[in-house]
């Protein structure tokens, strides 16, 4: 069974960082695409960045140079390192294995304060 557990979002104040975690379960990550997607308040779900099985990557205009998505194979972890982060960036974050059957985890609040 496929699981995806995100950790690591928290209150932080504009221009600061954190590092998102999602931990996969079920199935091996190092083969699969994978995403981060966030929702803000009263806004649609959006694409943040992805990654490829084969390690390309491609982010949101509004995040790129910001932002970066990785993964530890051997942990079976994807990562969104955020830098610099403003008041926009509050939302709901989501890891999602985009590749197959599609599954979401169950989010991660950030909180950006000006």
């Known amino acids: 069974q496929v699981q995806l557990m995100e950790s690591g979002g928290g209150l932080v104040q504009a221009g600061g960082s954190l590092r998102l975690s999602c931990a996969a379960s079920g199935f091996g990550l190092s083969m699969s695409s994978m995403a981060w997607y966030r929702q803000a308040p009263g806004k649609q779900r959006e694409f943040v960045a992805s990654?490829?099985?084969?390690?390309?990557?491609n982010y949101a205009d509004s995040v790129k140079g910001r932002f970066t998505i990785s993964r530890d194979n051997a942990k079976n972890i994807l990562y969104l390192q955020m830098h610099s982060l403003k008041p926009e960036d509050t939302a709901i974050y989501y890891c999602?294995?985009?590749?197959?059957?599609?599954?979401w985890g169950q989010g991660t609040q950030v909180t950006v304060s000006s």
């Open positions: 990654t490829s099985g084969g390690g390309n990557t």
């Open positions: 999602v294995k985009t590749m197959g059957s599609v599954s």
